[in-house]
Protein backbone atom coordinates (compact mmCIF):
# COMPACT_ATOMS: atom_id res chain seq x y z
CA UNK A 1 0.00 0.00 0.00
CA UNK A 2 1.31 3.58 -1.03
CA UNK A 3 1.83 6.23 1.74
CA UNK A 4 -1.33 7.99 2.54
CA UNK A 5 -1.45 12.00 2.50
CA UNK A 6 -4.14 13.45 4.52
CA UNK A 7 -4.92 17.36 3.77
CA UNK A 8 -7.18 19.21 6.56
CA UNK A 9 -9.04 22.78 5.87
CA UNK A 10 -9.85 23.69 9.70
CA UNK A 11 -13.55 26.10 8.83
CA UNK A 12 -15.23 27.89 11.16
CA UNK A 13 -17.72 25.27 10.51
CA UNK A 14 -16.71 22.63 9.31
CA UNK A 15 -13.04 20.67 10.03
CA UNK A 16 -12.58 18.93 6.09
CA UNK A 17 -10.26 15.87 5.66
CA UNK A 18 -9.17 14.31 2.34
CA UNK A 19 -6.79 11.47 2.53
CA UNK A 20 -4.68 10.69 -1.17
CA UNK A 21 -3.09 8.26 -2.76
CA UNK A 22 -0.47 10.34 -4.35
CA UNK A 23 1.31 7.72 -6.17
CA UNK A 24 -1.56 6.64 -7.99
CA UNK A 25 -2.76 10.26 -8.03
CA UNK A 26 -6.20 8.92 -6.02
CA UNK A 27 -8.61 10.49 -3.81
CA UNK A 28 -9.37 7.87 -0.74
CA UNK A 29 -11.67 9.51 1.19
CA UNK A 30 -12.77 12.83 2.19
CA UNK A 31 -15.15 13.07 5.12
CA UNK A 32 -16.28 16.67 6.97
CA UNK A 33 -16.70 16.77 10.97
CA UNK A 34 -18.22 19.64 13.11
CA UNK A 35 -15.62 22.35 13.83
CA UNK A 36 -14.28 22.44 17.43
CA UNK A 37 -11.96 25.46 17.34
CA UNK A 38 -13.33 27.66 19.98
CA UNK A 39 -13.24 25.10 22.41
CA UNK A 40 -10.12 22.85 21.67
CA UNK A 41 -9.17 22.11 17.92
CA UNK A 42 -7.81 18.89 18.53
CA UNK A 43 -11.19 17.35 19.59
CA UNK A 44 -12.78 17.82 16.12
CA UNK A 45 -9.39 16.94 14.39
CA UNK A 46 -9.66 13.50 16.61
CA UNK A 47 -13.18 13.41 15.67
CA UNK A 48 -11.79 13.47 11.96
CA UNK A 49 -9.65 11.06 12.15
CA UNK A 50 -12.06 8.73 13.53
CA UNK A 51 -14.18 9.36 10.86
CA UNK A 52 -11.65 9.18 8.27
CA UNK A 53 -10.46 5.77 9.76
CA UNK A 54 -13.86 4.65 9.02
CA UNK A 55 -13.29 5.00 5.39
CA UNK A 56 -9.88 3.69 5.08
CA UNK A 57 -7.02 2.25 7.30
CA UNK A 58 -4.19 5.26 8.53
CA UNK A 59 -1.24 5.17 10.45
CA UNK A 60 0.36 7.40 13.19
CA UNK A 61 2.84 7.89 10.60
CA UNK A 62 0.08 9.06 8.24
CA UNK A 63 -1.51 11.71 10.25
CA UNK A 64 1.86 12.75 11.40
CA UNK A 65 2.57 13.95 8.01
CA UNK A 66 -0.39 15.59 7.60
CA UNK A 67 -0.77 19.58 6.68
CA UNK A 68 -3.11 21.76 7.26
CA UNK A 69 -4.73 25.14 6.45
CA UNK A 70 -7.36 26.82 8.79
CA UNK A 71 -9.84 29.64 8.54
CA UNK A 72 -11.22 28.89 12.11
CA UNK A 73 -10.97 31.35 14.89
CA UNK A 74 -12.55 34.48 13.01
CA UNK A 75 -9.76 33.46 10.04
CA UNK A 76 -6.87 36.06 9.74
CA UNK A 77 -8.27 39.01 10.22
CA UNK A 78 -6.42 41.91 9.21
CA UNK A 79 -7.01 46.05 9.69
CA UNK A 80 -5.49 48.47 7.03
CA UNK A 81 -4.34 51.72 7.37
CA UNK A 82 -3.38 53.69 4.40
CA UNK A 83 -3.64 57.39 3.40
CA UNK A 84 -6.17 57.92 0.30
CA UNK A 85 -8.47 55.37 0.41
CA UNK A 86 -8.87 54.68 -3.59
CA UNK A 87 -5.29 54.40 -3.46
CA UNK A 88 -2.86 53.06 -0.60
CA UNK A 89 -5.91 52.10 1.76
CA UNK A 90 -7.31 50.25 -1.49
CA UNK A 91 -4.14 48.68 -2.81
CA UNK A 92 -3.45 47.47 1.01
CA UNK A 93 -7.05 45.84 0.99
CA UNK A 94 -5.71 43.87 -2.27
CA UNK A 95 -2.71 42.17 -1.34
CA UNK A 96 -4.11 41.37 2.52
CA UNK A 97 -7.23 39.72 0.72
CA UNK A 98 -4.63 38.09 -1.74
CA UNK A 99 -2.96 36.54 1.35
CA UNK A 100 -5.98 35.39 2.40
CA UNK A 101 -7.48 37.53 5.19
CA UNK A 102 -10.40 39.03 6.13
CA UNK A 103 -10.39 42.39 6.30
CA UNK A 104 -12.02 43.54 9.48
CA UNK A 105 -11.22 47.18 9.60
CA UNK A 106 -10.28 50.03 6.72
CA UNK A 107 -8.70 53.68 7.69
CA UNK A 108 -7.55 56.34 5.75
CA UNK A 109 -5.16 59.48 6.03
CA UNK A 110 -4.33 60.69 9.83
CA UNK A 111 -6.16 58.16 12.21
CA UNK A 112 -8.08 59.86 14.97
CA UNK A 113 -7.60 58.85 18.99
CA UNK A 114 -11.44 57.25 18.65
CA UNK A 115 -10.16 55.14 15.21
CA UNK A 116 -7.45 54.13 16.87
CA UNK A 117 -9.99 52.75 19.91
CA UNK A 118 -12.34 51.17 17.26
CA UNK A 119 -8.88 49.28 15.61
CA UNK A 120 -7.92 47.77 19.15
CA UNK A 121 -11.63 47.08 20.07
CA UNK A 122 -11.30 45.12 16.79
CA UNK A 123 -8.13 42.67 18.11
CA UNK A 124 -7.04 42.54 14.84
CA UNK A 125 -4.27 39.68 14.18
CA UNK A 126 -2.53 41.85 11.98
CA UNK A 127 -2.58 46.05 11.08
CA UNK A 128 -1.29 46.62 7.56
CA UNK A 129 0.35 50.08 7.47
CA UNK A 130 0.50 51.55 4.08
CA UNK A 131 0.69 55.21 2.79
CA UNK A 132 2.68 57.59 0.10
CA UNK A 133 4.01 56.62 -2.75
CA UNK A 134 7.93 55.88 -2.37
CA UNK A 135 9.38 59.33 -2.39
CA UNK A 136 5.59 61.02 -2.02
CA UNK A 137 3.41 61.20 1.24
CA UNK A 138 5.33 61.09 5.02
CA UNK A 139 3.83 62.69 7.25
CA UNK A 140 0.98 60.73 7.18
CA UNK A 141 2.40 57.15 7.60
CA UNK A 142 4.29 58.17 10.77
CA UNK A 143 2.03 59.95 12.61
CA UNK A 144 -0.17 56.59 12.20
CA UNK A 145 3.09 54.71 13.20
CA UNK A 146 3.18 56.62 16.35
CA UNK A 147 -0.40 56.00 17.21
CA UNK A 148 -0.41 52.45 16.84
CA UNK A 149 3.22 52.29 18.89
CA UNK A 150 0.88 53.92 21.57
CA UNK A 151 -1.63 51.42 21.65
CA UNK A 152 -2.26 48.89 23.73
CA UNK A 153 -1.86 45.47 23.51
CA UNK A 154 -4.60 43.91 21.32
CA UNK A 155 -2.19 45.55 18.27
CA UNK A 156 0.82 43.44 18.06
CA UNK A 157 1.35 42.61 14.63
CA UNK A 158 2.04 45.40 12.20
CA UNK A 159 3.31 44.98 8.82
CA UNK A 160 4.49 48.71 7.39
CA UNK A 161 4.02 48.57 3.67
CA UNK A 162 4.30 52.64 2.41
CA UNK A 163 6.12 55.00 1.41
CA UNK A 164 9.90 53.56 2.14
CA UNK A 165 11.64 57.30 3.17
CA UNK A 166 9.36 56.75 5.91
CA UNK A 167 10.83 53.88 7.60
CA UNK A 168 14.02 55.32 9.18
CA UNK A 169 11.27 57.65 10.78
CA UNK A 170 8.80 54.44 11.45
CA UNK A 171 11.51 52.15 13.04
CA UNK A 172 12.39 54.46 15.25
CA UNK A 173 9.13 55.66 16.55
CA UNK A 174 8.86 51.55 17.27
CA UNK A 175 12.41 51.35 18.75
CA UNK A 176 11.46 49.70 21.82
CA UNK A 177 8.05 49.14 21.32
CA UNK A 178 6.95 45.37 22.19
CA UNK A 179 5.13 44.90 19.14
CA UNK A 180 6.30 42.89 16.19
CA UNK A 181 6.90 45.34 13.34
CA UNK A 182 7.86 43.72 10.08
CA UNK A 183 8.76 46.24 7.10
CA UNK A 184 8.37 44.78 3.60
CA UNK A 185 7.91 46.77 0.09
CA UNK A 186 5.56 49.51 -0.38
CA UNK A 187 1.74 48.11 -2.03
CA UNK A 188 1.97 51.48 -4.12
CA UNK A 189 5.34 52.18 -5.11
CA UNK A 190 4.09 54.93 -7.17
CA UNK A 191 0.63 56.35 -9.05
CA UNK A 192 -1.10 53.24 -10.55
CA UNK A 193 1.30 50.79 -9.49
CA UNK A 194 0.44 47.76 -7.30
CA UNK A 195 3.19 45.31 -5.73
CA UNK A 196 1.05 43.33 -3.44
CA UNK A 197 3.47 39.88 -3.55
CA UNK A 198 5.94 41.04 -0.68
CA UNK A 199 3.58 42.11 0.90
CA UNK A 200 0.95 38.43 0.77
CA UNK A 201 4.24 36.85 1.59
CA UNK A 202 5.11 38.50 5.18
CA UNK A 203 1.24 38.04 6.16
CA UNK A 204 1.80 34.51 5.28
CA UNK A 205 4.61 34.21 6.95
CA UNK A 206 3.32 36.10 10.14
CA UNK A 207 0.39 33.21 9.85
CA UNK A 208 1.95 30.48 10.20
CA UNK A 209 5.17 31.98 12.88
CA UNK A 210 2.83 33.87 15.35
CA UNK A 211 -1.12 33.67 14.45
CA UNK A 212 -1.58 29.93 14.64
CA UNK A 213 -0.07 29.99 17.93
CA UNK A 214 -2.03 32.82 19.28
CA UNK A 215 -5.57 31.54 17.90
CA UNK A 216 -5.13 27.63 19.67
CA UNK A 217 -4.08 26.13 16.52
CA UNK A 218 -0.68 25.44 17.38
CA UNK A 219 -1.99 22.50 20.04
CA UNK A 220 -3.31 20.70 16.17
CA UNK A 221 0.52 20.94 15.16
CA UNK A 222 1.35 18.29 17.80
CA UNK A 223 -0.80 16.19 16.40
CA UNK A 224 -0.39 16.58 12.53
CA UNK A 225 2.76 17.76 10.48
CA UNK A 226 1.63 21.33 10.01
CA UNK A 227 -0.41 24.23 9.66
CA UNK A 228 0.64 26.09 6.68
CA UNK A 229 -1.46 28.51 5.30
CA UNK A 230 -4.92 30.15 5.74
CA UNK A 231 -7.55 28.35 3.93
CA UNK A 232 -8.60 30.96 0.95
CA UNK A 233 -4.37 31.08 0.67
CA UNK A 234 -4.55 27.40 -0.76
CA UNK A 235 -7.60 27.51 -2.59
CA UNK A 236 -5.52 30.79 -4.17
CA UNK A 237 -3.04 28.52 -4.65
CA UNK A 238 -4.98 25.76 -6.09
CA UNK A 239 -6.71 28.27 -8.56
CA UNK A 240 -2.78 29.53 -9.58
CA UNK A 241 -1.18 26.31 -10.36
CA UNK A 242 -4.73 24.76 -12.74
CA UNK A 243 -4.57 28.18 -14.41
CA UNK A 244 -1.12 28.27 -15.18
CA UNK A 245 0.20 24.53 -14.45
CA UNK A 246 3.59 23.65 -14.19
CA UNK A 247 6.74 23.53 -16.68
CA UNK A 248 5.77 20.25 -17.74
CA UNK A 249 2.22 19.70 -17.86
CA UNK A 250 0.07 23.44 -19.16
CA UNK A 251 -3.09 24.71 -17.30
CA UNK A 252 -6.43 25.49 -17.72
CA UNK A 253 -5.50 29.24 -19.07
CA UNK A 254 -7.23 32.16 -17.40
CA UNK A 255 -10.00 31.16 -14.88
CA UNK A 256 -12.44 31.95 -12.08
CA UNK A 257 -12.94 29.92 -9.08
CA UNK A 258 -16.78 30.96 -6.73
CA UNK A 259 -16.66 29.21 -3.63
CA UNK A 260 -20.12 29.37 -2.04
CA UNK A 261 -19.83 28.68 2.24
CA UNK A 262 -22.12 29.03 5.02
CA UNK A 263 -20.64 33.08 5.84
CA UNK A 264 -18.78 34.34 2.91
CA UNK A 265 -19.03 34.16 -0.85
CA UNK A 266 -15.29 34.11 -2.02
CA UNK A 267 -13.99 34.84 -5.99
CA UNK A 268 -10.77 34.48 -7.12
CA UNK A 269 -9.45 35.52 -11.03
CA UNK A 270 -6.20 33.88 -12.23
CA UNK A 271 -6.51 36.29 -15.50
CA UNK A 272 -4.98 39.58 -16.49
CA UNK A 273 -7.90 41.40 -17.23
CA UNK A 274 -7.11 44.14 -20.00
CA UNK A 275 -9.83 44.99 -21.84
CA UNK A 276 -11.38 42.81 -24.65
CA UNK A 277 -12.54 46.04 -26.51
CA UNK A 278 -10.19 48.53 -28.95
CA UNK A 279 -10.77 52.44 -27.53
CA UNK A 280 -11.65 51.39 -24.40
CA UNK A 281 -10.17 53.87 -21.16
CA UNK A 282 -8.79 52.45 -18.54
CA UNK A 283 -9.14 54.29 -14.50
CA UNK A 284 -8.57 53.70 -11.44
CA UNK A 285 -5.71 51.29 -9.47
CA UNK A 286 -4.87 48.64 -12.01
CA UNK A 287 -5.92 45.51 -10.34
CA UNK A 288 -3.57 42.00 -9.47
CA UNK A 289 -3.94 39.27 -11.63
CA UNK A 290 -4.28 36.89 -9.23
CA UNK A 291 -7.64 38.79 -7.44
CA UNK A 292 -9.52 37.73 -4.22
CA UNK A 293 -12.78 39.21 -3.20
CA UNK A 294 -15.00 38.53 -0.38
CA UNK A 295 -18.34 38.91 -0.09
CA UNK A 296 -18.75 38.82 3.80
CA UNK A 297 -22.74 39.59 3.30
CA UNK A 298 -23.42 36.49 1.14
CA UNK A 299 -23.48 32.91 3.30
CA UNK A 300 -25.91 30.24 2.80
CA UNK A 301 -25.94 29.87 7.19
CA UNK A 302 -24.76 32.50 9.41
CA UNK A 303 -26.03 35.46 7.16
CA UNK A 304 -29.16 33.94 4.75
CA UNK A 305 -31.40 36.88 5.55
CA UNK A 306 -29.31 39.25 3.16
CA UNK A 307 -29.91 36.58 0.10
CA UNK A 308 -33.00 36.19 1.25
CA UNK A 309 -33.51 40.23 0.72
CA UNK A 310 -31.64 39.92 -2.42
CA UNK A 311 -34.19 36.84 -3.90
CA UNK A 312 -37.60 39.51 -3.08
CA UNK A 313 -36.41 40.26 -6.34
CA UNK A 314 -36.67 37.37 -8.27
CA UNK A 315 -39.76 35.06 -8.35
CA UNK A 316 -39.74 32.72 -5.51
CA UNK A 317 -40.97 29.60 -5.15
CA UNK A 318 -44.03 28.65 -2.78
CA UNK A 319 -43.49 28.75 1.18
CA UNK A 320 -40.03 30.36 0.56
CA UNK A 321 -40.19 32.06 3.84
CA UNK A 322 -40.62 28.84 5.73
CA UNK A 323 -38.25 26.98 3.75
CA UNK A 324 -35.17 29.71 5.02
CA UNK A 325 -36.34 29.65 8.12
CA UNK A 326 -35.49 26.11 8.19
CA UNK A 327 -32.39 26.08 6.05
CA UNK A 328 -31.42 28.78 9.00
CA UNK A 329 -31.86 26.94 11.70
CA UNK A 330 -31.02 22.96 10.07
CA UNK A 331 -28.74 23.45 7.62
CA UNK A 332 -28.85 20.65 5.80
CA UNK A 333 -31.68 20.34 3.54
CA UNK A 334 -34.27 17.70 3.00
CA UNK A 335 -34.17 16.95 -0.74
CA UNK A 336 -38.04 17.54 -1.65
CA UNK A 337 -38.39 19.67 -4.97
CA UNK A 338 -39.50 23.48 -3.43
CA UNK A 339 -35.98 23.09 -0.81
CA UNK A 340 -33.40 21.94 -3.21
CA UNK A 341 -35.42 24.76 -5.45
CA UNK A 342 -34.90 27.25 -2.75
CA UNK A 343 -31.33 26.30 -2.19
CA UNK A 344 -30.25 26.45 -6.02
CA UNK A 345 -32.43 30.27 -6.06
CA UNK A 346 -30.17 31.19 -3.24
CA UNK A 347 -26.80 29.75 -4.18
CA UNK A 348 -27.21 31.40 -7.93
CA UNK A 349 -27.58 34.60 -6.52
CA UNK A 350 -24.64 34.36 -3.86
CA UNK A 351 -22.68 33.23 -6.72
CA UNK A 352 -24.38 35.90 -9.70
CA UNK A 353 -24.01 39.03 -7.27
CA UNK A 354 -20.48 37.77 -6.18
CA UNK A 355 -19.40 37.29 -9.46
CA UNK A 356 -20.70 40.45 -10.46
CA UNK A 357 -18.91 43.02 -7.43
CA UNK A 358 -15.31 41.03 -8.18
CA UNK A 359 -15.47 41.51 -12.18
CA UNK A 360 -14.84 45.20 -13.35
CA UNK A 361 -17.40 46.97 -15.42
CA UNK A 362 -17.78 49.76 -17.81
CA UNK A 363 -18.55 52.67 -18.15
CA UNK A 364 -20.20 55.57 -21.15
CA UNK A 365 -19.28 58.98 -20.16
CA UNK A 366 -20.50 61.82 -22.55
CA UNK A 367 -17.71 63.69 -24.50
CA UNK A 368 -17.77 66.37 -26.89
CA UNK A 369 -16.38 63.77 -29.20
CA UNK A 370 -19.12 61.22 -28.85
CA UNK A 371 -19.79 58.51 -26.00
CA UNK A 372 -16.34 56.85 -24.59
CA UNK A 373 -16.35 53.78 -22.97
CA UNK A 374 -14.36 53.88 -19.39
CA UNK A 375 -13.39 50.50 -18.08
CA UNK A 376 -12.86 49.93 -14.07
CA UNK A 377 -11.59 46.99 -12.80
CA UNK A 378 -11.04 43.32 -15.07
CA UNK A 379 -12.35 42.57 -18.07
CA UNK A 380 -13.22 38.75 -17.55
CA UNK A 381 -15.47 38.42 -20.39
CA UNK A 382 -12.38 35.97 -22.09
CA UNK A 383 -12.27 34.15 -18.76
CA UNK A 384 -11.91 30.12 -20.13
CA UNK A 385 -13.01 28.28 -16.75
CA UNK A 386 -15.13 29.20 -14.24
CA UNK A 387 -14.90 26.56 -11.71
CA UNK A 388 -17.55 26.54 -8.83
CA UNK A 389 -16.34 25.07 -5.03
CA UNK A 390 -17.46 25.18 -2.01
CA UNK A 391 -19.74 22.60 -0.63
CA UNK A 392 -23.56 24.63 -1.76
CA UNK A 393 -21.90 24.57 -5.18
CA UNK A 394 -20.04 21.16 -5.17
CA UNK A 395 -22.53 18.84 -3.72
CA UNK A 396 -25.40 20.69 -5.05
CA UNK A 397 -28.25 18.50 -7.28
CA UNK A 398 -27.62 21.14 -10.11
CA UNK A 399 -24.28 22.53 -9.94
CA UNK A 400 -24.81 23.92 -13.54
CA UNK A 401 -27.91 26.27 -13.01
CA UNK A 402 -25.77 27.71 -9.78
CA UNK A 403 -22.80 28.30 -11.93
CA UNK A 404 -24.33 29.64 -14.61
CA UNK A 405 -24.80 33.16 -12.12
CA UNK A 406 -21.14 33.66 -13.18
CA UNK A 407 -21.96 34.42 -16.57
CA UNK A 408 -22.26 37.64 -18.45
CA UNK A 409 -26.01 38.89 -19.57
CA UNK A 410 -27.10 40.46 -22.39
CA UNK A 411 -29.08 42.29 -20.22
CA UNK A 412 -26.02 44.12 -18.37
CA UNK A 413 -23.64 44.39 -20.91
CA UNK A 414 -21.55 46.56 -18.67
CA UNK A 415 -20.79 43.98 -16.12
CA UNK A 416 -17.53 42.63 -17.42
CA UNK A 417 -18.58 38.57 -16.38
CA UNK A 418 -17.35 35.70 -18.36
CA UNK A 419 -19.13 34.99 -21.69
CA UNK A 420 -18.85 31.51 -23.13
CA UNK A 421 -16.51 30.11 -20.42
CA UNK A 422 -16.27 25.94 -19.71
CA UNK A 423 -18.42 25.74 -16.21
CA UNK A 424 -16.12 23.20 -14.11
CA UNK A 425 -17.09 21.67 -10.89
CA UNK A 426 -14.67 20.82 -7.78
CA UNK A 427 -16.71 17.61 -7.37
CA UNK A 428 -15.90 16.60 -4.38
CA UNK A 429 -14.46 20.25 -2.43
CA UNK A 430 -11.38 19.27 -2.66
CA UNK A 431 -9.47 22.77 -4.05
CA UNK A 432 -7.91 23.21 -0.77
CA UNK A 433 -6.11 20.11 -0.83
CA UNK A 434 -4.96 20.81 -4.25
CA UNK A 435 -3.57 24.51 -2.76
CA UNK A 436 -1.74 22.84 0.16
CA UNK A 437 0.29 20.01 -2.34
CA UNK A 438 1.20 22.42 -4.83
CA UNK A 439 4.09 23.70 -2.74
CA UNK A 440 5.45 20.52 -2.03
CA UNK A 441 4.58 18.79 -5.32
CA UNK A 442 3.41 21.31 -7.93
CA UNK A 443 2.97 18.13 -10.85
CA UNK A 444 1.43 15.66 -8.28
CA UNK A 445 -1.12 18.53 -7.23
CA UNK A 446 -2.12 19.60 -10.51
CA UNK A 447 -2.89 16.33 -12.44
CA UNK A 448 -5.07 15.47 -8.61
CA UNK A 449 -6.76 18.73 -9.32
CA UNK A 450 -7.50 18.66 -13.14
CA UNK A 451 -8.61 14.72 -12.32
CA UNK A 452 -10.97 15.44 -9.65
CA UNK A 453 -12.89 18.73 -12.00
CA UNK A 454 -15.67 17.48 -13.60
CA UNK A 455 -16.66 19.37 -16.60
CA UNK A 456 -20.66 20.57 -16.34
CA UNK B 1 12.99 71.53 0.04
CA UNK B 2 13.69 69.18 -2.49
CA UNK B 3 15.95 67.98 -4.69
CA UNK B 4 13.66 66.46 -7.49
CA UNK B 5 10.05 68.44 -6.76
CA UNK B 6 7.03 65.75 -8.01
CA UNK B 7 4.82 67.33 -9.93
CA UNK B 8 1.04 66.23 -11.16
CA UNK B 9 -0.04 66.14 -14.95
CA UNK B 10 -3.19 65.15 -16.78
CA UNK B 11 -6.14 65.97 -19.20
CA UNK B 12 -8.91 67.41 -16.89
CA UNK B 13 -12.24 66.09 -17.47
CA UNK B 14 -13.77 64.23 -19.98
CA UNK B 15 -10.98 65.51 -22.64
CA UNK B 16 -9.41 62.82 -24.30
CA UNK B 17 -6.40 65.08 -25.98
CA UNK B 18 -3.19 63.17 -24.65
CA UNK B 19 -0.23 64.54 -26.72
CA UNK B 20 0.14 68.14 -24.94
CA UNK B 21 0.31 66.43 -21.16
CA UNK B 22 2.54 63.68 -22.93
CA UNK B 23 4.67 66.19 -24.39
CA UNK B 24 4.94 68.22 -21.46
CA UNK B 25 5.60 65.33 -18.85
CA UNK B 26 8.39 64.09 -21.09
CA UNK B 27 10.18 67.74 -20.75
CA UNK B 28 9.63 67.84 -17.06
CA UNK B 29 11.15 64.35 -16.43
CA UNK B 30 14.04 66.01 -18.66
CA UNK B 31 14.27 68.78 -16.71
CA UNK B 32 14.78 66.84 -13.84
CA UNK B 33 11.38 66.49 -12.27
CA UNK B 34 9.82 63.54 -10.43
CA UNK B 35 6.66 63.37 -13.07
CA UNK B 36 3.11 61.31 -11.87
CA UNK B 37 1.47 61.01 -15.15
CA UNK B 38 -1.94 60.75 -14.96
CA UNK B 39 -2.97 60.70 -18.65
CA UNK B 40 -6.10 61.74 -20.78
CA UNK B 41 -10.10 61.93 -19.02
CA UNK B 42 -8.64 62.64 -16.07
CA UNK B 43 -11.29 63.70 -13.26
CA UNK B 44 -10.09 66.67 -10.98
CA UNK B 45 -10.24 65.03 -7.56
CA UNK B 46 -7.78 62.18 -9.26
CA UNK B 47 -5.75 65.16 -9.65
CA UNK B 48 -6.09 65.60 -5.92
CA UNK B 49 -5.58 62.31 -4.31
CA UNK B 50 -2.86 61.65 -6.67
CA UNK B 51 -1.23 64.68 -5.47
CA UNK B 52 -2.09 63.53 -2.13
CA UNK B 53 -0.39 60.46 -1.99
CA UNK B 54 2.89 61.71 -3.74
CA UNK B 55 2.92 64.64 -1.73
CA UNK B 56 2.83 66.67 -4.84
CA UNK B 57 4.74 69.68 -5.29
CA UNK B 58 2.41 70.93 -8.61
CA UNK B 59 -0.36 69.74 -10.52
CA UNK B 60 -0.11 71.13 -14.22
CA UNK B 61 -3.12 70.19 -15.93
CA UNK B 62 -4.09 70.25 -19.74
CA UNK B 63 -7.20 70.85 -21.59
CA UNK B 64 -8.10 71.36 -24.88
CA UNK B 65 -11.41 71.07 -25.66
CA UNK B 66 -12.58 74.29 -24.44
CA UNK B 67 -14.31 72.79 -21.53
CA UNK B 68 -11.72 73.45 -18.87
CA UNK B 69 -13.75 76.26 -17.06
CA UNK B 70 -16.72 73.90 -16.03
CA UNK B 71 -13.95 71.46 -15.03
CA UNK B 72 -12.16 73.18 -12.77
CA UNK B 73 -14.49 75.29 -11.00
CA UNK B 74 -13.83 74.90 -7.55
CA UNK B 75 -11.04 72.91 -7.82
CA UNK B 76 -8.91 75.20 -6.07
CA UNK B 77 -11.32 74.95 -2.81
CA UNK B 78 -10.98 71.40 -3.25
CA UNK B 79 -6.99 71.94 -2.93
CA UNK B 80 -7.98 73.51 0.35
CA UNK B 81 -10.08 71.43 1.77
CA UNK B 82 -7.78 68.62 0.44
CA UNK B 83 -5.06 69.69 2.97
CA UNK B 84 -3.10 71.02 -0.27
CA UNK B 85 -3.00 74.88 0.12
CA UNK B 86 0.52 75.47 -0.50
CA UNK B 87 0.75 73.08 -4.09
CA UNK B 88 1.32 75.04 -6.74
CA UNK B 89 -1.44 75.16 -9.80
CA UNK B 90 -1.18 75.34 -13.96
CA UNK B 91 -3.75 74.91 -16.28
CA UNK B 92 -2.67 75.67 -20.01
CA UNK B 93 -4.44 74.30 -23.33
CA UNK B 94 -7.76 75.68 -25.37
CA UNK B 95 -9.18 77.35 -22.79
CA UNK B 96 -12.41 78.49 -23.60
CA UNK B 97 -14.64 78.09 -27.06
CA UNK B 98 -15.06 80.32 -30.12
CA UNK B 99 -13.17 83.49 -30.40
CA UNK B 100 -11.85 85.35 -26.96
CA UNK B 101 -9.29 87.17 -26.04
CA UNK B 102 -6.29 84.86 -23.97
CA UNK B 103 -5.97 87.70 -21.88
CA UNK B 104 -9.14 86.99 -20.47
CA UNK B 105 -8.74 83.28 -19.89
CA UNK B 106 -5.77 84.27 -18.35
CA UNK B 107 -7.97 86.66 -15.73
CA UNK B 108 -10.45 83.88 -15.35
CA UNK B 109 -8.46 80.96 -14.46
CA UNK B 110 -6.12 83.11 -12.07
CA UNK B 111 -9.55 83.95 -10.52
CA UNK B 112 -10.35 80.57 -10.41
CA UNK B 113 -7.19 79.94 -8.24
CA UNK B 114 -4.72 78.79 -11.35
CA UNK B 115 -0.95 80.31 -10.22
CA UNK B 116 -0.20 80.38 -14.05
CA UNK B 117 -2.64 79.77 -17.08
CA UNK B 118 -0.57 79.21 -20.36
CA UNK B 119 -2.12 79.28 -24.06
CA UNK B 120 -1.83 76.31 -26.57
CA UNK B 121 1.48 77.17 -28.03
CA UNK B 122 3.29 77.90 -24.90
CA UNK B 123 7.60 77.43 -24.36
CA UNK B 124 7.90 74.48 -22.70
CA UNK B 125 11.15 75.83 -21.29
CA UNK B 126 9.61 79.07 -20.28
CA UNK B 127 7.26 77.26 -18.47
CA UNK B 128 9.41 75.26 -17.22
CA UNK B 129 11.44 77.85 -15.72
CA UNK B 130 8.50 79.91 -14.55
CA UNK B 131 7.80 76.78 -12.17
CA UNK B 132 11.53 76.51 -10.54
CA UNK B 133 11.02 80.16 -10.01
CA UNK B 134 7.20 79.66 -8.28
CA UNK B 135 8.53 76.48 -6.36
CA UNK B 136 11.49 78.17 -5.30
CA UNK B 137 9.17 81.09 -3.61
CA UNK B 138 7.37 78.50 -2.01
CA UNK B 139 10.60 76.86 -0.77
CA UNK B 140 9.61 74.17 -2.64
CA UNK B 141 13.07 73.77 -4.22
Known amino acids: ?456 | MKENPTVITGTVGVDAHVIGTKVLSRALRDAGFNVVELGALTPPEEFIKAAQETDADAILMSSLYGMAEIDVRGFKEKCLEAGLEDIVLYIGGILGVSRHKFADDVAKFKELGFDRVYPPEADLDAAIEDLRTDLKAKGKL
Do not use: W
Request: glycine share 10%.
Open chain 1, 1 to 456: MSRINIFIDFGSTYTKMAAFDLDNEELLARIQVPSTVDVDITAGLEDAFTELSKEIKIGAEDRRRAIACSSAAGGLRVVCVGLVKEYTTEAGRLAALGAGAKIVGEFSYDLSAGELDEIEEMDPDIVLLTGGTDGGNKKVIVRNASLLARAGENIRNIIVAGNKSAYDDIHAIFGDSKKNVIFTKNVMPEIGTLNVGPTNCVIRELFINRITEAKGITKAKKIIGDVIMPTPSAVLEAAKLLAEGTTKCPGLGELLVVDVGGATTDVYSVAMGFSSKKAVHIVGLPEPYIKRTVEGDLGLYHNLVNLQELAQAESVPEHFEEIVEDLRRNREIMYDDTRVEVHLLLSRLAVDTAVTRHVGRIEMIVTPGGDMPVQRGKDLTAVKNVIGSGGAISFSPQPKDVLEGALFRDTEQHILKPIAPQLVLDERNILFSVGLLAGTDSVKALSIGRKYLRYL
